[in-house]
C-alpha cells in the first residue's frame, strides 16, 4: 500500500504561482511512476503530468507545457508540481497518483493509489 497526501493548493489570482506537493509512504517511493490530474467543477477528471522513477521521462498534456514543471526527490518520499502563470482555467481539485512501474503512465486506469485532491482555484 501507498499513502498520499497534497498540498500547497489554494486561491490564486491570474497569473500567479502555486507549488503542490505529494508526499508517499508505505512503499518504495522511487519505484513507482507519479503523476498528477485535475478534475474541475462538472468536468472529468484529466491528466496534468507523469514522471518516471527516476524523473528522467515528463510528459506534459498540452495546456500546461511551458507554464507547469513536475518533479521528485526521491529521498525525501515527494513530488511536486509547480505551477507558473495561472490561469482561471486551471481551476480544479488536483490528484497525485502512483502506480509501481519503471515506465511513463499516462492513463488514469494505469494507477493503482491516489490522494484525496487539493483543491486550487484561479481567480480572473
Known amino acids: 500500500q501507498v499513502q498520499l497526501v497534497e498540498s500547497g493548493g489554494g486561491l490564486v489570482q491570474a497569473g500567479g504561482s502555486l507549488r503542490l506537493s505529494c508526499a508517499a509512504s508505505?512503499?518504495?517511493?522511487?519505484?513507482?511512476?507519479m503523476g498528477w490530474f485535475r478534475q474541475a467543477p462538472g468536468k472529468e477528471r484529466e491528466f496534468v503530468a507523469a514522471?518516471?522513477?527516476?524523473?528522467?521521462?515528463?510528459h506534459y498534456v498540452d495546456s500546461v507545457k511551458g507554464r507547469f514543471t513536475i518533479s521528485r526527490d526521491n529521498a525525501k518520499n515527494t513530488v511536486y508540481l509547480q505551477m507558473n502563470s495561472l490561469k482561471p482555467e486551471d481551476t480544479a481539485v488536483y490528484y497525485c497518483?502512483?502506480?509501481?512501474?519503471?515506465?511513463?503512465?499516462?492513463?488514469?486506469?494505469?494507477?493503482?493509489?491516489w490522494g484525496q485532491g487539493t483543491q486550487v482555484t484561479v481567480s480572473s
Open positions: 497518483a502512483a502506480e509501481e512501474s519503471f515506465g511513463l503512465e499516462l492513463y488514469q486506469y494505469e494507477y493503482d493509489y
Open positions: 514522471i518516471t522513477w527516476s524523473g528522467g521521462t515528463i
Open positions: 508505505g512503499r518504495t517511493f522511487s519505484s513507482y511512476c
